[in-house]
């Protein structure tokens, strides 16, 4: 099985190029995240006449997430346990939830298409909310690998965090000044690997960034950020067979600026005949 994770920076405005990308590329699951709209608006159309189905979550023209997927999509969650909400200027348990998480089962995994907070910038409430909210999603991971230690579980998604000085190219993020490289941001990635995930990309592509502002000149300039991640358990991690970034998408006609990051899963090995074969 192929699976991909891709902040689309609005769907509707780019589902040509993403619709084209999954089939010219086989992809069996595709994550998306920053839909910018509601399910309603959804262009479920495109999707399906290429043979996917695609369950959506977005509450307006801001943030949003969405699978689509060749393989029967089950459990479907909006949010996760634990998972905080944000209004400016409201405090306390009763800011509403937002957009930016969706959980699912495909093919024997558990999935969540994750869009992390921003932050926006060091010492504002935005940034305070996108460590409760990664804080929220290491106990949760850890919780659900308690209960079940071989769970295929994936997070996948824009985390919104560089984690190493080698993920940052951008000359105007500046650790102790920018957000997404901060230490704080960087404990909070670091905090979902000791619960148990581990970027399964990484040691098949060490190099290589996934995001690129549209300002001053940064894609030709290769001045990018390495922020978008598939993170997986052990029972998810032992089946990947390879990984790739696709740079090239962020090449051409108003694209995203962001590119997709694919695994390939071989989750079922040549000695298991009796596991149901997943395509």
Not at 24 to 51: N, S, W
Not at 107 to 135: A, Q, T
Request: aromatic share 10%; net charge negative; hydrophobic share 40%.
């Amino acid at each position: 099985m192929r699976l991909a994770t891709w902040n689309v920076n609005s769907i509707r405005a780019r589902v040509a190029r993403t619709v084209d990308f999954a089939v010219r590329e086989h992809i069996d699951v595709l994550a998306m995240q920053e839909i910018k709209c509601t399910p309603e608006q959804f262009p479920y159309a495109e999707f399906e006449a290429a043979g996917y189905e695609v369950v959506a979550h977005g509450l307006n023209q801001w943030n949003g997430v969405a699978i689509a997927s060749r393989v029967p999509i089950e459990d479907v969650e909006h949010a996760f346990p634990g998972m905080p909400g944000f209004a400016k200027g409201v405090e306390g348990p009763e800011q509403p939830q937002e957009a930016r998480a969706l959980g699912a089962t495909v093919g024997g995994i558990r999935l969540w298409s994750l869009y992390v907070p921003n932050g926006r910038s060091l010492g504002d409430p935005h940034y305070y909310y996108k460590l409760d909210w990664l804080s929220a999603l290491a106990e949760h991971t850890s919780a659900s690998l308690a209960e079940n230690p071989d769970l295929a579980l994936a997070l996948v998604g824009d985390f919104n965090i560089a984690p190493t000085d080698a993920d940052n190219g951008d000359p105007a993020v500046v650790p102790g000044f920018s957000t997404h490289v901060s230490p704080p941001e960087r404990e909070a990635f670091a905090a979902l690997e000791a619960a148990g995930l581990q970027d399964v990309v990484r040691p098949l592509v060490p190099t290589g960034y996934t995001y690129w502002d549209y300002k001053r000149l940064r894609f030709p300039r290769n001045e990018g950020m390495r922020i978008d991640f598939i993170l997986g358990s052990h029972a998810f991690a032992d089946a990947v067979a390879g990984a790739s970034i696709h740079r090239d998408e962020r090449k051409g006609e108003a694209p995203s600026d962001h590119v997709p990051v694919v695994v390939d899963l071989d989750l079922a090995g040549p000695d298991d005949d009796d596991r149901p074969m997943i395509f």
